[in-house]
Nanobody
């Protein structure tokens, strides 16, 4: 069955960049919408960005202009390019996929398949 695996997290200084990858094992994202969420300790899970199967993009106000979500040419990987990182971006980042729109791309309940997450730490 399809599984999602995030990679690319790490430690970066404020103002720096990271590129996260979300790879589909056993399938592709060609027919799925894919979202990126993040969660810091003691905080609720927060929507960051999403990409629809047709290519439409969605961003939370907190990351708009700094983060870019894209789909690889092979259609089995989705990326989250994070620029101008801030300490408040520190969180575990998750990718998630869905095949049936459930009301809002910012709502975790709209997604049915989740990765295990990758840690992003932004130092001051």
């Amino acid at each position: 069955q399809v599984q999602l695996v995030e990679s690319g997290g790490g430690l970066v200084q404020a103002g720096g960049s990271l590129r996260l990858s979300c790879a589909a094992s056993g399938g592709s994202f060609s027919m799925a919408y894919v979202g990126w969420f993040r969660q810091a300790p003691g905080k609720e899970r927060e929507f960051a960005a999403a990409i629809r199967s047709g290519g439409m993009l969605f961003y939370a106000d907190s990351v708009k202009g700094r983060f870019t979500v894209s789909r690889g040419n092979a259609k089995n990987t989705v990326y989250l390019q994070m620029n101008s990182l801030k300490p408040e971006d520190t969180a575990v980042y998750y990718c998630a996929a869905g095949w049936d729109y459930r009301g809002s791309y910012s709502d975790p309940s709209s997604y049915v398949l989740w990765g295990q997450g990758t840690q992003v730490t932004v130092s001051s």
